[in-house]
């Protein structure tokens, strides 16, 4: 079942390894059917160069397993609770590529500096609080989606218009429309990340971008009055 979102899934998550966002297994992406609601996402643990379409592991927002030979991916339970959070998520992506989680290693968000930034994300890049001992011991995949949605809940963001979150002491989590508008999300995440490093190495004073730049850039390739690109 689901013979196209598992073709879909499997080639976004090949891109993980061209793109240099991983080493060995570390990360995962999902890609979700909105008619029945199922999401399908990579096994754990599988070398990715031995990985098929058909090693795609089908999931029910529970935690049940549809379909599939292996056991999905250790994170499932945090694509989980960000799909039955926001529905209009199609794709989620996780990864420790190494500039963005040097940033989450920090426990710091990353600040928005300049127009690649702005074109991509409405502000800076949150950084999730530290999971506490009891939600680590406890459903520690789960309680890191909800610690996800938390942030965004108290910060007041909307999830599509800044579709990254980095979770301290752990790595990278995007996610977008379908599986692989989420990778390109998750490469821009690692670039932006390597040049506010630079940007803050090069200045250490230098404050955040004014907001009419954000505004300018964000809102010329997202919302109803976009204009960026061919129609």
């Known amino acids: ?112 500096y300049g127009t690649t930034h702005a074109d991509y994300f409405f502000g800076s890049i949150p950084c999730a609080r530290s999971l506490t001992a009891e939600e680590i011991g406890g459903e520690y995949e789960k309680n890191t989606g909800l610690v996800i949605i938390e942030t965004f809940e108290k910060a007041e963001m909307n999830p599509m218009y800044t579709p990254a979150v980095l979770c301290t002491n752990h790595g990278v989590f995007t996610w977008g429309k379908d599986a692989a508008e989420a990778v390109h999300n998750a490469v821009v995440v690692e670039e932006v990340a390597k040049m506010a490093t630079l940007t803050e190495q090069i200045n250490p004073d230098v404050k955040p971008a004014p907001d009419t730049i954000r505004d300018k850039h964000f809102y010329r390739k997202h919302g109803a009055n976009a204009y960026y690109g061919q129609n």
């Not at 694509?79 to 996780?94: F, I, N």
């Open 1 to 112: 079942m689901l013979e196209e979102l598992k073709k879909a899934v499997y080639e976004a998550n090949m891109e993980l390894p061209k793109r240099k966002l991983i080493t060995y297994t570390w990360g995962n992406v999902s890609g979700r059917d909105p008619e029945t609601g199922y999401f399908v996402i990579k096994p754990s643990g599988v070398d990715y160069d031995k990985l098929t379409p058909d090693d795609m592991v089908v999931m029910d927002l529970d935690g049940n397993k549809i379909e599939g030979k292996y056991k999905p991916s250790s994170d499932t339970p945090t694509h989980a609770e960000l799909y039955r959070k926001y529905p209009e998520m199609g794709g989620v992506v996780h990864t420790h590529s190494p500039q963005a989680t040097a940033w989450a290693q920090a426990g710091r968000s990353i600040p928005l």
